[in-house]
């Protein structure tokens, strides 16, 4: 989820999740090294579909899968019997968490079915409707996987810590264990993304799909560069730098002095405009009559002085205005 604090028709509140207000994104990630390969924003209530948004999210997304056999693991929120029959005739092998109150979830394996025969840890109880198997495994409390991706009786083991610290080896499915092996591709991404991430507040929520998308475009870089070359950049880190290295290249931000658009009159350095101060009173600055002005009919004092030249002259920094500029200006010419 893309965390938002502006307001939208887009804002989700789901109480469930670590950030509990956002953008709702769905993502369909590699188990292996979490590359996000295809996703979806969600919108709203704005589609008609004829089947729940967890199997209608699921489909859509899986949809340039089929039949090139591949295993797809999904949460509770997504998984139903008709979901991995559905995905099986697309040529599809599903398996995720079911929750019990699923319509056609098997009634041998709810709640009360189960109080008496899973009381130890490590047993388990599986049932199977065509090639769609159901399981219970107790563990810590009963956990229910709906899959077709497994043998339906292949047991495994996983380590299990006890009360007093010793850990011991304890039978699980193998529907379990293959769901806890590779489940966690999207979290793996996203855990990346969040490394660094572009974080901005704005009340637009463009904005923020915008940066979803510009780190998972550096996300899904930095998997590639490790999955197909030599890696010299050891992190994310390294490889953000890097890139925004060669992307900045040779600009610089630095704005460059305008240049006047007037005629340029090269002065020397001798005629720069002082103060006269070689009164009684240093602090009161001697004043004449402006050459410029007096040679064009006006009558001006100022405290301005050219050395150079000998000659009082008004200084403001107005080149149209400026009689030491333009005095010297048309001496020059």
């Known amino acids: 989820m893309i965390k938002f604090q502006g307001r939208s028709a887009l804002k989700q509140y789901m109480p469930m999740k670590p ?4 953008i709702k994104v769905w993502v369909l990630g590699d188990s292996t090294n979490g590359y996000f390969s295809r996703f979806d924003v ?3 209530k704005q589609e008609i579909r004829h089947v729940g948004l967890g199997e209608h999210v699921v489909k859509k997304l899986t949809s340039e899968l089929k039949r090139k056999n591949h295993h797809v693991y999904f949460d509770n929120f997504f998984t139903n019997v008709k979901l991995l029959e559905d995905l099986l005739e697309d040529g599809i092998y599903g398996c995720g968490t079911a929750r019990r109150d699923r319509k056609g979830f098997p009634p041998a394996l709810k709640k ?18 065509g090639p769609v198997t159901a399981t219970a495994w107790k ?7 709906l899959s077709t991706t497994t043998q339906p009786t292949a047991i495994g083991s996983v380590l299990r810590r006890q009360k007093d610290g010793v850990r011991i080896n304890v039978p699980c499915p193998e529907a379990i264990m293959s769901y806890n092996q590779h489940m966690g591709g999207v979290d793996r991404g996203d ?11 704005s009340r637009k929520f463009y904005k923020y799909i915008f940066f979803f998308l510009f780190d998972v475009a550096i996300t899904n870089g930095y998997i ?3 999955e197909n070359t030599n890696p010299k950049l050891k992190n994310i880190k390294e490889f953000r730098l890097q890139l925004a290295q060669n992307l900045i290249g040779s600009y610089c931000s630095r ?12 002065l020397q350095l ?3 405009p002082v103060k006269d101060s070689s009164g009684p009173c240093p602090s009161i600055h001697r004043r004449g009559r402006c050459a410029h002005c007096d040679h064009n009919g006006h009558r001006t004092d100022t405290t301005w002085f050219c050395q150079e030249c000998g000659v009082w002259l008004c200084h403001n920094g107005n080149p149209t205005k400026d009689c030491f500029f333009l005095w010297h200006k048309n001496r020059e010419q």
Do not use: E, M, W
């Open 42 to 44: 969600y919108t709203g």
């Open 139 to 145: 563990d810590n409390r009963i956990v229910n996987v």
């Open 224 to 226: 590639l560069y490790k």
């Open 19 to 22: 950030i509990k207000r956002g």
């Open 191 to 201: 855990q990346l993304r969040g490394y660094y991430s572009c974080r901005t507040k």
């Open 270 to 272: 001798q005629h720069f």
């Open 255 to 266: 704005r460059r002095a305008g240049r006047y658009g007037g005629a340029i009159v090269p």
């Open 112 to 129: 009360a079915a189960l109080k008496n025969s899973l009381k130890q840890r490590g047993t388990s109880k599986t049932v199977q409707k």
